[in-house]
T-cell receptor, first 110, second 114 residues
Framework: DQQVKQNSPSLSVQEGRISILNCDYT??????FLWYKKYPAEGPTFLIS???IKDKNEDGRFTVFLNKSAKHLSLHIVPSQPGDSAVYFC?????????WGAGTKLIIKP | NAGVTQTPKFQVLKTGQSMTLQCAQD?????MYWYRQDPGMGLRLIYY???????DKGEVPNGYNVSRLNKREFSLRLESAAPSQTSVYFC?????????????FGQGTRLTVV
């Protein structure tokens, strides 16, 4: 039973356009959400997070939106750059544990 | 800055062999974690240590043991490796004692059990 789902295994976006990565969760007890980025042969690196008391958080080109009623969050990258090509994981915090989605591979096309 | 360092990076074991994966962090973090990542799945927590001297089971602890040797080091031991333990293992650390927020990860250990 996956509590955090990323339904798109991959996404291809033109350089300069907006990339939108989606994540759904089932457990209403989650109250903190994070996005991580992972390059091949490296560990995940923290990108951006959002608390459940907010519905939006921005950091430069990255914005995370949270819709609690729909149990849905999304990561927007504007504009997309070649270096953004990576696997993106969303994760939900439950105390000491992070529950992870399976990841979405983002490919930025020139 | 080294951050989180894991050794080894690659390992091949025969079924039934034992080994210890080492992890050290130099950020003075209180909490440390061991995860495994399998194809098509997110990371799953094996064990964690909220603070020096404490360890707790995560989602998939069977077949593993851990030791929080001191604040810097957190090792993961496979006593009798099985093919189902073929995976990429990540160690992570984070600052907080309570909520887990931002965690920093090592580069991973790719383990194959034949």
């Amino acid at each position: 039973d996956q509590q955090v789902k990323q339904n798109s295994p991959s996404l291809s976006v033109q350089e300069g356009r907006i990339s939108i990565l989606n994540c759904d969760y089932t457990n209403s007890m989650f109250d903190y959400f994070l996005w991580y980025k992972k390059y091949p042969a490296e560990g995940p690196t923290f990108l951006i997070s959002i608390s459940s008391i907010k519905d939006k958080n921005e950091d430069g080109r990255f914005t995370v939106f949270l819709n609690k009623s729909a149990k849905h969050l999304s990561l927007h990258i504007v504009p997309s750059q070649p270096g953004d090509s990576a696997v993106y994981f969303c994760a939900a915090s439950a105390g000491y544990q992070l529950i992870w989605g399976a990841g979405t591979k983002l490919i930025i096309k020139p | 800055n080294a951050g989180v360092t894991q050794t080894p990076k690659f390992q091949v074991l025969k079924t039934g062999q034992s080994m210890t994966l080492q992890c050290a962090q130099d950020m003075n973090h209180n909490s440390m974690y061991w995860y495994r990542q399998d194809p098509g799945m997110g990371l799953r927590l094996i064990y964690y240590s909220a603070s020096e001297g404490t360890t707790d089971k995560g989602e998939v602890p069977n077949g593993y043991n851990v030791s929080r040797l001191n604040k810097r080091e957190f090792s993961l031991r496979l006593e009798s490796a099985a093919p189902s333990q073929t995976s990429v293992y990540f160690c992570a650390s984070s600052e907080g004692r309570g909520r887990l927020t931002e965690a920093f990860f090592g580069q991973g250990t790719r383990l194959t059990v034949v």
